[in-house]
Each structure stands twice: as C-alpha cells, then as structure tokens.
C-alpha cells in the first residue's frame, strides 16, 4: 500500500517553476523502506506522472525524517503535484492525523488512489526555481527640476538596488545606496534634494521574497537529512480516484 499528499504549486503561473528541496514523513517501527515518488498532475487533471523516485528508508520509528532533493533539482511546472510514499511493507504505520482534514490526502492501493479523510503526515519545503544571473536594467533619467530615475523590469527580480557615486568607476562597495525598490512598486527613483550624486546604478536582485519556505512541513535543521538516490523521469503514472472511490480511515493500516 502506499499514502501520498496533494499540494498546489504556489508559484504557478509566474512563469518559474516550483523547486522541491525536501520532504519528510514518520513511520511507527524503525528501519521502514518504502518508495519516494514525487507526481505532477498531467494537463488534463487525469493522471498523476512519476518524475522523480526511488527507495528510501527511515531508520528510527517515532520519529520524522527529512530527505534532502536539492541536489536532485526536483522542478514543478503543474498547478499541483504529490508527494507519495508507495510499495509499504505489511505491519506499518505511517502517521496520520484525523483532526485535520484538508482533502489532499489519498491512499493508494492496486495503481489507485482513493481519497483519504484527514491528513498524512507528509511535508514538503520548497522554493521557487529563480535563475542564477538576472540581466541588467535599462535606466532612462528623466529631467523634471530633479533627476527622476526608470528603469524597466528585469524578469525574475524582486527587488532593485539604487546607488549613487561621483565616481563611475569606483569599486560597488564605495557606492552608497539610496533606496531599495520592490519589483512590484513603481519601478522609479527621485533624485532627493541632499543628493550629491552624478552617477547612478540600479541593480536587479532577487532578494526578499525569494526566501525558502514550507508547505505543511515540519522540516527544521533538527531533523535526520539524508540525501537519497532518485531516479529522473519515471513511466509509472497514478490514476485519480473519483467520487465512488473513497475510502473510509486508513490512518493505521495492518
């Protein structure tokens, strides 16, 4: 048997996929090996595709265990996608909480899955896929009694950097910075009128918002990271269970 966890792709959408850096999960007896699978929800809503996977074990019961994708560079491009743990030896219990019910918990028996009440202990941390290097702005200055500074946006930044230097050639550390623009104000600059600058720079970055953050997951430095083996494009594909599917709490199953 196997339990797995639906999530939607908060990042769906901005045209940058969602990047899978961990997941975690609890067994109730130690040393428990079961198969890690991530899915992606085909464009048709029919079917879950296996595109990252492989065996994993958690050595201690009782106990949450992180397993480390970064590496693996795990990207999601669907609007949702699932995280499972299948092929359960008999005479396991994974962890499941019946006071929470966010119906995106699925049991897989037989190639199916069927809807599960409640919630399967499954976490997931995550950020979204940003490119490495961002291209420069383009700043036009416009004269109006001050120096107005605007720039277009640079695709991926988050933020822009505005310095000002007498110096044009002057290393980036002596430059002084005069503010700190969110990508999603006004892409703009005014001269202000202590300013003593004749040269400017404007700096595309993707600082702040572009921190790493967790989808119902517990995964913290003071868990066990292990760095598993995966394998890239699997063929297995689910099948979404329908409405005569479900079935009734599966929380301990034996």
């Known amino acids: 048997f196997g339990v797995a966890v639906e999530y939607e792709n908060p990042f769906f959408g901005t045209g940058f996929p969602l ?11 130690d ?19 296996g595109i990252v996977g492989g065996y994993v074990t958690f050595p201690t019961g009782q106990q949450f265990h992180a397993f480390d994708l970064e590496e693996h560079d795990v990207l999601i491009n669907s609007q949702y996608f699932m995280v499972g743990y299948l092929d359960i030896p008999a005479d396991n219990y ?34 979204n896929g940003m490119p490495e290097t961002l291209d420069a702005p383009h700043i036009t200055i ?31 550390e002596d430059w002084t910075l005069l503010d700190i623009v969110s990508a999603t104000s006004p892409l703009e600059y005014y001269f202000q009128d202590d300013d003593e600058f004749q040269f400017f720079l404007v700096i595309a970055t993707t600082d702040d918002p572009a921190k790493r953050h967790g989808i119902a997951t ?22 979404k269970a329908n409405s005569t599917g ?5 929380q301990q199953h034996r």
């Open 142 to 172: 416009v004269l109006d009694g001050y120096p107005k500074l605007l720039w277009d946006p640079v695709l991926a930044a988050l933020s822009y950097y505005v310095y000002g230097s007498n110096d044009p050639y002057a290393d980036l």
């Open 19 to 29: 990047w899978l850096l961990a997941v975690d999960g609890m067994f109730y007896d």
């Open 31 to 49: 040393n428990v090996t079961a198969r890690l699978v991530i899915f992606e929800l085909n464009e048709a809503g029919t079917t879950w595709e």
């Open 94 to 127: 994974f962890l499941f909480d019946k006071t929470f019910n966010y119906n995106t918990s699925y049991a897989y028996l037989d190639g199916i899955l069927y809807y599960q009440p409640g919630c399967w202990s499954i976490g997931a941390l995550i950020t």
């Open 218 to 239: 517990r995964i913290t430095p003071h868990h066990i990271i292990q760095t598993p083996n995966l394998t890239h494009n699997l063929k297995n594909s689910l099948r």
């Open 246 to 250: 479900t079935l009734l709490p599966l």
